[in-house]
């Protein structure tokens, strides 16, 4: 079955820029999160949407970094007025046919995309 | 969640057992130990996880230390299509306010020889 898909693959922003980043997490998935992976460092994690609610943001770094998934499904980031410190790799991850009370959670493989790499020039 | 340390980097041969170790001296009784790996260019992708016994499955085992303060991911011959960053993450299964997200460390990036 088709896994978690991004797009685009690549994005070149000029600083100041915005930008939006698509992720089609697998298909019935109830959980999706998305991570920041800077070069040469393990992923970070940015935020969790639990169906169409957004449970928890705190990994975003600032109000410029801004999360959707309006629908439940297809999730976008948007980050706004780009910053050389924004360039990374941010990879997408669905979880769990299921809603899954907290405890359970930790149980359930997370499901990555090849991530799209953003470079801020 | 609890930190966990392992090398920066291994090396191995081709067709050969690797052993990859993962101390995690603050271990919580509730901690799930997870591995995951991330091959180049490549989101992570899930290896295998476990809570107190030893594990085995396709891709590799878990050996866990009896009193958890250390665990061993083995991959019992070792192919070039192996070499990746390997993570060891401990997943807390009973916080309160616990997503699932994932934490990442450094990992061990292994290389494999022909």
């Known amino acids: 079955g088709a896994g978690v898909s991004q797009s685009p693959r690549y994005k070149v922003a000029k600083r100041g820029q915005d930008v939006a980043l698509r992720c089609d997490p697998i298909?019935?998935?109830?959980?999706l999160f998305w991570y920041q992976q800077a070069l040469g460092q393990g992923p970070e994690f940015l935020t969790y949407f639990q169906n169409e609610a957004q449970l928890d943001k705190s990994g975003l770094p600032s109000d410029r970094f801004f999360a959707e998934r309006p629908e439940g499904s297809v999730s976008t980031l948007k980050i706004q007025r780009t910053q050389q410190e924004d360039s990374a790799v941010y990879l997408c991850a669905s979880s769990s046919r299921r809603t899954l009370r907290e405890g359970s959670r930790v149980k359930e493989t997370q499901y990555f995309g090849p991530g799209t790499r953003l470079l801020v020039l | 969640d609890a930190k966990t340390t392992q090398p920066n980097s291994m090396e191995s041969n081709e067709e050969e057992p690797v052993h990859l170790p993962c101390n995690h001296s603050t271990i919580s009784g509730t901690d799930y130990i997870h591995w995951y790996r991330q091959l180049p260019s490549q989101g992570p992708e899930y290896v295998i996880h476990g809570l107190t016994s030893n594990v085995n499955n396709r891709m590799a085992s878990l050996a866990i230390a009896e009193d958890r303060k250390s665990s061993t991911l083995i991959l019992h011959r070792a192919t070039l299509r192996d070499a990746a960053v390997y993570y060891c993450i401990l997943r807390d299964g009973a916080t309160g306010s616990n997503t699932g997200k994932l934490i990442f460390g450094q990992g061990t990036t292994l290389q494999v020889k022909p």
């Open positions: 298909s019935g998935h109830v959980s």
